[in-house]
């Protein structure tokens, strides 16, 4: 017990360590080009300023991805387009953020033409790009032994499972490019894409049922049928479509009542 707590203390402090990376390398990255009337500035105060800016950010474009996701958990959208769309969300908000800043503490005009905004907003979507391509090369999953996974250590994936989540694997989403891990311990992220893990959990008891679902046999409580719509319903309360595509195999397993 004390070694996976401190497995999984581990695990959270290394997550918050690649965050804090990717904010302090953005925050230097955007310091050094001074834009949007910051050049003028001491590199010192300049740093601050755009570290504040980023970390505030940040936070933002975290609750934009999380409520996204929430939005679209019961139809998934194909890997990057979810992106995409939170990317010119927080780019709009970022563009509106920054003309009321530099009016504030620069004096420069509340009301701007077309052309300075459109660009404001393409360089905010530039940046957005930019950080989410540097979490993608920095984010990697902190993997389980296969006792603590609780799984057969034949099974590859399971040795993906984070720590923080070690348990019986019940399903796995796509989100953009990362892939979300249901087990009886909770859930979390890592950098993976489904059809690589559908490869590696080859004879593990479950099956793909969606575009962006991996389900466990053992996960599934219940089924429902409405038309044409069948749904999963997982022990942990999560409901999961399947798709057309997928309902035949899932239908010839068994798996529907």
């Known amino acids: ?15 918050w360590l690649r965050h804090v990376a990717v904010i302090v390398l953005a925050s230097t990255l955007v310091a050094a080009a001074g834009p949007f009337g910051t050049s ?3 590199i010192g105060v300049r740093y601050i300023y755009w570290l504040g800016g980023i970390s505030i950010g940040w936070l ?4 934009i991805v999380s409520r996204l996701h929430r939005l679209t958990s019961a139809n998934p959208w194909p890997p990057g387009v979810s992106g995409t769309l939170a990317a010119f969300i927080f780019a709009g908000l970022m563009t509106v953020e920054i003309v009321l800043i530099r009016a504030w503490q620069f004096g420069a005009p509340l009301r701007i033409g077309a052309s300075p905004f459109l660009g404001i907003l393409g360089a905010m979507l530039a940046y957005c790009w930019i950080g989410q391509l540097l979490v993608r090369l920095i984010s990697v999953g902190s993997p389980a032994t296969s006792e603590e ?5 034949d099974i590859r994936f399971f040795k ?5 989540i070690a348990g019986d694997l019940l399903c796995l989403r796509t ?3 990362y892939l979300r891990i249901h087990t009886t311990a909770g859930h ?18 479950g099956m793909q049922v969606h575009r962006s679902y991996w389900v466990a046999r053992a996960a599934v409580a219940n089924t429902e049928k409405k038309g044409r719509k069948t749904t999963l319903f997982l022990k ?3 409901q999961v479509p399947v798709s057309e595509s997928f309902l035949p195999s899932v239908r010839e397993a068994g798996w529907l009542q």
């Open 1 to 15: 017990m004390y070694t996976k707590m401190l497995a999984k203390n581990s695990f959270l402090k290394h997550r």
């Open 40 to 42: 003028k500035f001491d």
């Open 60 to 63: 933002q474009w975290s609750l």
């Open 149 to 153: 996974s609780g799984g057969n250590s």
């Open 160 to 164: 993906r499972i984070p720590h923080r």
């Open 175 to 177: 989100e953009d490019h």
């Open 188 to 205: 979390d992220l890592i950098l993976f894409r489904l059809k690589d893990a559908v490869l590696e959990l080859a004879g593990a008891d």
């Open 236 to 238: 942990n309360g999560l």
